[in-house]
């Protein structure tokens, strides 16, 4: 009987903290294998409906085993075998349901400043014209009336920041040596040096260099015919999940990219201030001691 392929690391989240920079990192070393659906989201959706108020077409979803464990049919001799689903931080049921039918795997997040990320999911829906608010801070302070009609989480841009709550859940239940926090701007800054920390923690070859030259899933706002008609092809989910990455070359996306979207606007730092020391200030001082890193920068 052929043993079934499981994955022994996933990469939680948190979203918009370049976890889809960090998966095409990871996938180059030869030992390690990541599904070619980057977010496959099952333990989200794991025998569930959840049939959320979302703007736009609903994604096909993975419920079953059935269904997620075929993911990993392409795995020959890779020693690390991982998904990345950034959604698992914040979902109350993950953390027990990837310890019962995954309980020795290993987990790895990545945080970004509360409000910077939650600017960053308000462009991202916005730019797939999921977000019918125009302002952010608006939307951000919707979230209670939006949770109250089931909306869904992807519009959840202030709770997805309460980061102390949710990694609470996966250090209750996986070993602290089998979880590795990594901060946004670490990625950023030293994409190679915190790509091969990750490597070191799969107790895989660390010395791989893997090509971080490519920027994934960097935040725009459509601009003109063109702009409107990837955004609509978006929006009704007719562009297939797929990492082009892996298909052009670097200047045709960047080609693509600057065709279709304009710079986006930067977050005011007068709101960016006082919604961190209206809403985040206390967890993040909880979260300096749950992970032991400095997160200071995070309050200036």
Known sequence: ???QKKPNFIIIGAMKAATTSLYTYLKQHPDV???SIKEPMF???FQKANDFKVHGRKTKKITT???YYPLFDAVKNEKAIGE????YISNKDCPSLIHKY???TKIIAVLRQPVSRAYSNFLHARRADREPIADFETAFNKEQERKTENWSPLYHYKGKGFYTEQLEKYYNLFPKENIKILLFEEVIKNPIKTTQEIFEFLNIDSSFIPDTSKKANVSGTPKGLFGWLIMKLRYYNLIPNIQFSNYLPS???????NSAYKKAKPLNKEVKNRLTDTF????????????GKDLQHWLS
């Open 1 to 3: 009987m052929i043993q």
């Open 33 to 35: 294998f990541m599904t």
């Open 43 to 45: 333990f989200n959706n």
């Open 65 to 67: 085993f059935e269904q």
């Open 84 to 87: 990345a689903s950034p959604a």
């Open 102 to 104: 995954l309980p020795n």
């Open 251 to 257: 200047f045709m996306i960047q080609f693509i990219f």
């Open 280 to 291: 985040y200030k206390e967890d993040i001082l909880k979260l300096e001691k749950l992970i």
